[in-house]
């Protein structure tokens, strides 16, 4: 029987795929007037996808990371109290991948387009 691949790691990759796909087509110069015409996306539009995907990405990392880190911190501290500070920090730390998804994306949207 053929072994089920994880939801998770199916979003991940496609996340992955696509912030390689957006992400420099946002970082692209801009074009002369005369093949502006041919472009199918706009520079803004490819910016606000490749900010949302850094953003999207960032935040699933972090749901992930304290999901899993809080729920092992609950459970070292119900065995031994006095490890709860640890576990809340080691619970924060998974936050601090949202806020650098924030700044991915702010500093994307950032450029000029």
């Known amino acids: 029987m053929r072994p089920q691949i994880p939801l998770w790691i199916i979003l991940y990759a496609l996340l992955i795929t696509l912030s390689f796909i957006f992400t420099p087509l946002a970082a692209a110069e ?6 502006e015409a041919q472009t199918t996306l706009q520079p ?18 972090a749901g992930w990371a304290v999901s ?15 490890i709860r500070t640890t576990a809340i920090i080691i619970a924060a730390l998974g ?9 991915i994306a702010i500093l994307i949207l950032g ?3």
């Open 30 to 35: 801009e074009q002369p007037a005369a093949a």
């Open 95 to 103: 936050e601090a991948i949202a806020i650098y998804g924030i700044v």
């Open 44 to 61: 803004s539009i490819v910016k606000f996808l490749s900010a949302a995907i850094a953003f999207v990405a960032a935040a699933m990392g």
């Open 68 to 82: 899993k880190a809080g729920a092992a911190g609950l459970a070292a501290s119900a065995e031994r109290p006095e």
């Open 111 to 113: 450029q000029p387009t």
